[in-house]
């Protein structure tokens, strides 16, 4: 029942099958996605988010695909009974990185990224090494026959030996399925571990963990923007219970007419491993971690075809795993989440509790052996059922709708021609498509591919990471000067997040640095007279004392915060800005606000704009 040992091999229960499915054949290397052939299981390694234009350390980590030959599928208790149950010992554990430096790592990313606004969340690893004792392949065997009986919820539960080295493990979360042309996505965030019924409760409605969830739900919203010909219903949210923990999660989904390889490629990788903006994410994590990840946050990928011969794929992300080399060292990589609540003492202990919950699951901590059964499933528990639709309360009902009823009636902009640039930050997928459901004509470009201006009835000048007062940055400076542009010219023009700090700045509004950024925040405000739930993720703003200015470009009306000057929104003659995102699932008003905006600055052909500051 077991294939030869000697050659490369893969056990793999998937989530919802009875079954372990037992895959042989040979092993090749391949340079990129595009080489990845059907009927095959690949350990794609986090170095390849370069196929993506992203920054990463090369580790030389190689692609390498299990070319499959042959294929079975056996009841998980026949499969039991082959697999060894020795116990598994390991020597000479520790951290790859120390505790302290791990802490000024936490540190300068706090201070460093998230305090000048580079990103709200990023995820630094570090591994946990140690050498097995005896035959390695035996060692993970057994491991694995410890997960198949120990483990519950996972979506993979698995083992892949190549020959070389060995990967096994029990990863919760699936980074994206393409079945059908069904395309699906699973983002997870938030832990309780050793969950009763009152602590899974306090957990669901804890502000910071729904922030976070949200956060992710947004990140992987974006993908879907690219991926999804009508963008991404959210569905859920769920809880994901597993032997020793609980998570929340929610599931995307969208139709594609994608190769599976380039739904792979533009979805590499889950914000949940790397952070958001997932982009210059993975600057910080480069800039910071200083060492390259191996399969640490990326995925297996298992491509083939269904009966009528369409494309499938299943690629779950490898965390919870243990790589096992064959002269027998382990290494078990954890990551924590860095927001701005964190701390530096707080984040050194996630890491080591995550890598001894790894352990105990993989049976090889010293806790493994007195490891508590685990508990009963809490989901189907009214209470819990109710704390999870709250989550939901406010969220923004655009994304929990299906394409078919997100359609919306505007005529008074079918058919405008609109130009979105972007600053290295992917929210303007998910603006590219509410924009397309109200009707307009889009055109995504990035800020660097920007050559002419004209043709268009309106600029939507994008969100994106970075310091809006370092105007001498590349970034920054080309942002200005396309602003400038559009002034000049008197453009239709709508500026997001940094797009309106920018567009603030030019119009002689002074930007500070937030005391306390707004990455992922959710907050009730009054735009122009009436109220808004909206989603912030900046951390620098524009301030004035006054609701209204004069520019060099006209009077300007400005929504603002009366307590300290803080700058929501602002319109002028023919143009508008907003700090927030309109586009963002924690803007439960967005699209309304968005389509009012548009109306306004675009008015019937040939008239004026709607909007006229009135005269002191």
């Known amino acids: 029942m077991l294939p030869d040992l000697n050659r490369p091999f893969a056990l793999l229960r998937r989530e919802g099958r009875d079954v372990v499915e037992v895959l042989s054949g040979t092993v090749v290397t391949v340079s990129s996605l595009a080489g990845i052939p059907s009927e095959s299981l690949s350990l794609v390694p986090f170095r390849q988010v370069r196929e993506r234009g992203f920054e990463c350390v090369d580790d030389g980590t190689p692609l390498s695909v299990l070319r499959i030959s042959s294929r079975a599928a056996y009841p998980v208790a026949a499969v039991l009974e082959e697999l060894p149950a020795s116990p598994v010992a390991l020597r000479d554990g520790g951290f790859d990185v120390s505790d302290d430096d791990y802490a000024a790592i936490v540190s300068e990313v706090l201070r460093e990224e998230i305090g000048r606004g580079e990103g709200s969340n990023f995820v630094i690893h570090r591994v946990f090494e140690a050498d097995v004792e005896g035959d390695p392949l035996t060692a993970a065997l057994a491991v694995y026959r410890r997960l198949l009986t120990r483990e519950r919820g996972a979506y993979w539960t698995f083992l892949v030996h190549t020959g070389d080295r060995t990967l096994v493990g029990a990863t919760p979360e699936r980074h994206v399925s393409v079945e059908d042309g069904l395309v699906m996505m699973n983002p997870i965030s938030g832990t309780v571990r050793h969950p009763d019924k009152e602590a899974v409760l306090r957990f669901l409605s804890d502000r910071k963990e729904i922030d976070e969830l949200s956060m992710v739900l947004d990140e992987e919203l974006k993908m879907m923007a690219t991926v999804a010909t009508e963008g991404g219903q959210v569905v859920g949210p769920y809880l994901k219970e597993m032997a020793h923990l609980v998570h929340t999660e929610y599931l995307l989904a969208g139709r594609t007419a994608l190769d599976v390889r380039d739904v792979l490629r533009e979805t590499m990788f889950a914000p949940t ?68 609540h964190s701390t530096p003492a707080g984040e050194v202990a996630e890491t080591h509790t995550k890598a001894a919950g790894v352990l105990a699951a993989l049976g090889l901590g010293a806790s493994a052996a007195g490891t508590t059964p685990p508990a009963a499933p809490l989901a189907a528990d009214p209470d819990v059922q109710a704390a999870l639709v709250a989550r939901n309360a406010t969220l923004a009902p655009f994304w929990l709708r299906d394409h078919q009823a997100r359609a919306l009636d505007a005529p008074e902009l079918a058919g405008r021609r609109v130009l979105i640039v972007d600053a290295e930050d992917t929210f303007t997928g998910m603006l590219h498509h509410q924009l397309r459901v109200l009707g307009l004509d889009v055109v995504l470009e990035k800020y660097t591919a920007v050559t002419s201006l004209e043709g268009y009835d309106l600029v939507v000048l994008g969100p994106g ?143 004026r704009p709607r909007w006229v500051p009135e005269r002191a």
């Open 273 to 340: 491993v790397v952070g958001s903006p997932i982009e210059n994410a993975c600057r910080v994590v480069a800039r910071h971690e200083r060492r390259g990840r191996g399969y640490y946050g990326a995925v297996l990928a298992l491509i083939g075809s269904d009966a009528q011969g369409r494309q499938t794929l299943d690629a779950p992300i490898l965390i919870r795993t243990a790589d096992i080399s064959g002269d027998g060292r382990l290494r078990v990589p954890v990551g924590a989440t860095l927001v701005r």
């Open 465 to 607: 990471p970075g310091d809006p007062r370092r105007t001498e940055e590349p970034k920054m400076a080309a942002m200005r000067a396309i602003a400038v542009r559009l002034l000049d010219a008197g453009t239709p023009t709508l500026a997001v997040c940094l797009g309106h700090q920018l567009l603030s700045g030019l119009l002689g509004l002074p930007l500070r640095r937030k005391a306390n950024p707004y990455q992922g925040m959710q907050r009730d405000i009054v735009f122009f007279g009436r109220p808004a739930t909206v989603g912030f993720y900046s951390t620098f703003t524009a301030t004035h004392p006054h609701d209204r200015c004069g520019t060099a470009y006209g009077e300007v009306e400005l929504s603002r915060d009366p307590a300290n000057g803080d700058v929501h929104a602002l319109r002028g003659p023919t143009f508008a800005g907003v700090q927030f995102h309109p586009e963002s699932v924690l803007s439960s008003d967005g699209i309304d606000l968005l389509r009012g905006l548009l109306a306004t600055l675009l008015p019937a052909f040939g008239s």
